[in-house]
């Protein structure tokens, strides 16, 4: 019997890394292009939550240098595990207070920041450390509950009150469209973010930093290159699909 060739994989060796690597990045390029853009302005972060260090390392080996994750604990092992290889951590999960001493410690990216008291506290670590942590604010743009962010009338006095931390270097705005197939939703919600930004940044530049875009995922990283995006977020296009079983 023979696979179909949509059937999900998932990726272990060096070589099936490169192979998914180089599908996203022709992806990222095309989607690029069709909104005129450069390709080199646009990051892509693999999403490795829940993939054991095995794999990292294979993926590593296939040149992925940063890793996303949404748990502090997972990350924090990956980072001890890999060590020697030092690559770039972004938590992009929301974060309780018993967990920003970690991400002070060993993160470089914080993604999902939403609270002024999580911002606090990891300021005062983060001086504690000696360090700096790059970060962006997350924007709930879709409006559904269960996702965490702020909403967008409040990111303006959100990020007046960020100014003051010198240790959280402010890179931009992050969020997720909404969880449907629609994809005049999720343009949308990604352009809801860009005119955001944009607004700021006409306004307010001090607040922005360089007015980053964090969006899009798996799903949706193409429409999110076409309407702006400088950060995408992808795990299952890189990794194949995630085992929660373990
Ligand atoms: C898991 C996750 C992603 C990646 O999801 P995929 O659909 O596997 O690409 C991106 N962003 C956040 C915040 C996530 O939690």
Known sequence: MSTPENAPRVAVTEDE??????EVRENIAAAAKRAD???????LLP???TVPVERLRAAYAAGVTQFG???????????????????HWAIIGPLQSNKTRAVAQF????????RLRIARRLESQLQEFGRTLDVYVQVNVSGEESKSGLEPRE????LEQLLEFEALKVK???????????????????????????DLRAR?????????????????YEIAIEEGATVVRVGTAIFGERDYSS
């Open 204 to 220: 307010r530049p001090e607040l922005i930093g360089e007015g980053g875009l964090s969006m899009g995922m798996t799903n949706d």
């Open 107 to 114: 993160a470089h990216e914080f993604q999902a920041l939403d």
């Open 47 to 49: 999403v490795s939550k």
């Open 172 to 198: 931009g705005l992050m969020t997720m469209a909404a969880h449907t197939d629609d994809e005049e939703v999720i343009r949308d919600n990604f352009a809801e973010l860009r005119t955001l930004r944009d």
């Open 37 to 43: 853009r450069d390709p080199s302005d646009i990051r």
């Open 69 to 87: 994750e949404n748990k502090v604990q997972e990350a924090e092992a990956k980072a001890q595990a890999m060590a020697e290889l030092d690559p």
């Open 155 to 158: 990111v303006e006095a959100f």
């Open 17 to 22: 890394f490169r192979q998914a690597l180089t």
